[in-house]
């Protein structure tokens, strides 16, 4: 199964797995949803963020979806750099 296509799945052990093998928990980033086993997520290809897990509450199609992880993601940096975690560019 390749999660890649863009479509919904339910989420399976081997999947939570695998992210715990790199210390990286499943979850989305919009709502901080952690995934559990039979969940539905989708991946989803952001285009100057980083591509992510969105759950079913948060998906909201490709490009409104997209739009507010870019917005999320914005916020974070700029907090990052606000609290010292991260260099000014």
């Not at 948060?58 to 997209?66: H, I, L, S």
Request: with cysteine.
């Amino acid at each position: 199964m390749s999660f890649t296509n863009g479509k919904p799945f339910a989420v399976t052990s081997s999947i939570i797995n695998i992210r715990r093998k790199y210390r990286r928990p499943l979850c989305c980033p919009l709502c901080g949803h952690a995934f559990e086993m039979g969940d539905i997520a989708r991946f989803i290809f952001g285009k100057d963020c980083v591509n992510f897990f969105v759950c079913s509450s948060c998906d909201e199609g490709d490009e409104k979806t997209v739009e507010k992880a870019q917005k999320s993601y914005q916020d974070t940096l700029k907090n990052a750099r606000n609290w010292s975690l991260i260099p000014n560019e």
